[in-house]
């Protein structure tokens, strides 16, 4: 075997595995923004699929007494409950805990503004569901929780990850490897910051149709490839990286909104979410390719049968993604 066959062989059975759950790990988002002296606006957003939401629920230190009783609402593929609550002796030293965490593969962000302009910023996980309120925190922690929410998202984002893999087959020469994934970095940043920014949009769902005939859309230049022939693809990489980039920033910007992107500080988040992001998709690039030096002792196979092959396998995993995300267009 190759080395390149050594890395199919590592990645293909596990994009394929999961080929159904690119994106469907979404995050629950809790805001609590201080209106008056120990007085909060609440609103909880919880991951939901058509009328089925997730069993997560809050829970606030005891001295928390709710003004009146939450409503609640289906908007855009989540839960959301709306309430006030009021907190005699504040938040701080109080336990905030997410019930129901425990027993799932999501994660919670919890976001709190105080009145005085302070804000807290934690990632609950199923292993850690609940914190105590501090009352405030530096930029510095802030914006290391919104880069590890970027480099979490990016590697749990299996089809942009299979893409950046695509391109990886597809390419032979490493400077123009460097200058495509480049481009590719280039354009979603555009994207993501544009979108997130509210310069532009695009509906969701029909972006993440489009995310997944990219992935197909590479899967056919490998399978056509051809010794002395070249394709679209194969001639100018960087551009055709380029242009699905802009659309993978789309999705990524819809992540950073369903995570909850706060207007107070805004560039902060923006730019280390995006950090993250990139830092996730190094990791993998990395990854990958220590996966090629290590395995560079295997076998000898050719390289032609063992593209093909991979592209074969890619291509599938984007047709079901397409599949998938068609049949909720028309939910």
């Known amino acids: 075997m ?5 890395l199919l062989a590592v990645l293909i059975p596990m994009f394929l595995a999961t080929s159904g759950m690119a994106h469907e790990i979404r995050p629950a988002y809790l805001d609590m923004r201080e209106t008056a002296s120990g007085e909060f606006a609440v609103v909880w957003k919880v991951p939901a699929q058509g009328e089925m939401r997730l069993g997560l629920y809050v ?6 007494v709710e003004k009146a009783e939450p409503a609640g609402s289906i908007e855009g593929g989540a839960y959301l ?3 006030t609550v009021a ?4 938040l701080k030293g109080g336990e905030i805990g997410i019930i129901g965490l425990k027993s799932t593969m999501t994660e919670a962000l919890v976001r709190i503004e105080y009145e005085n302009g302070d804000t807290e910023v934690v990632r609950l996980m199923p292993d850690a569901p609940s914190f105590t309120a501090a009352g405030a925190q530096t930029s510095l922690v802030v914006a290391q929780t919104y880069f590890l929410l970027g480099v979490d998202h990016i590697l749990s984002g299996l089809d942009h990850l299979l893409f950046v893999l695509a391109l990886m087959l597809l390419i032979r020469d490493r400077w123009m490897l460097v200058k495509t994934i480049t481009a590719f970095t280039v354009a979603h940043s555009i994207t993501l910051a544009g979108a997130s920014l509210g310069y532009f949009s695009l509906p969701q769902k029909p972006v993440e ?10 899967a056919s230049e490998l399978v056509r490839m051809k010794p002395g022939e070249r394709r679209l693809a194969e001639s100018y990489p960087w551009v055709v990286a380029f242009a699905f980039g802009l659309l993978h920033g789309f999705g990524f910007a819809a992540a950073l909104k369903e995570i909850g992107l706060p207007q107070s500080d805004v560039p902060l988040s923006l730019l280390t979410f995006n950090l993250g992001v990139e830092a996730g998709q190094l990791i993998f690039v990395a990854t990958a390719l220590v996966v090629l030096r290590a395995a560079g002792a295997l076998g000898t196979i050719q390289p032609a049968p063992v593209r093909q092959f991979g592209a074969y396998m890619i291509g599938t995993a984007a047709m079901l993604w397409l ?7 028309a939910a």
Do not use: H, M, N, Y
């Open 2 to 6: 190759t080395r390149l066959g050594a």
């Open 59 to 64: 829970s606030l230190p005891k001295p928390c």
């Open 323 to 329: 599949v998938s995300r068609i049949a909720g267009l």
């Open 87 to 90: 907190c005699a002796a504040g």
């Open 209 to 218: 149709v489009t995310i997944a005939l990219s992935i197909a859309f590479i």
């Open 81 to 83: 409950e709306r309430w």
